[in-house]
Nanobody
Framework: QVQLVESGGGLVQSGGSLRVSCAASGSIFSIYGMGWYRQAPGKQRELVAA???????NYADSVKGRFTISRDNAKNTVYLQMNSLKPEDTAVYYC?????????????????WGQGIQVTVSS
């Protein structure tokens, strides 16, 4: 079974920094795009940042210049470095990955999500 596990969230003061990580594990053949989404209370889930297998990145306008997404393909891990955090960055952050792996013994390509990790920025 393929799964994504996030780590590194928590509480930080406004202006501070935090790094969240997401490791994919299980019977994985390859990983294409990886990304981070977030969902604040009462709001829809939104894309924060994404990175292709080749390293091309894409960011939401609200985080450009403050957040950096990166990945370690050897470790099947994606990171999100968050600097100059603001209270409006408070949300549950979800990892997402497009993975070719085994599901019930059958190879296939699917979209996987982590369980979510809380990031809280105090003012």
């Amino acid at each position: 079974q393929v799964q994504l596990v996030e780590s590194g969230g928590g509480l930080v003061q406004s202006g501070g920094s935090l790094r969240v990580s997401c490791a994919a594990s299980g019977s994985i053949f390859s990983i294409y795009g990886m990304g981070w989404y977030r969902q604040a209370p009462g709001k829809q889930r939104e894309l924060v940042a994404a990175i292709t297998s080749g390293g091309t990145t894409n960011y939401a306008d609200s985080v450009k210049g403050r957040f950096t997404i990166s990945r370690d393909n050897a470790k099947n891990t994606v990171y999100l470095q968050m600097n100059s955090l603001k209270p409006e960055d408070t949300a549950v952050y979800y990892c997402n990955a497009d993975i070719v792996g085994l599901r019930r013994g059958v190879p296939g390509r699917d979209d996987y999500w982590g369980q979510g990790i809380q990031v809280t920025v105090s003012s």
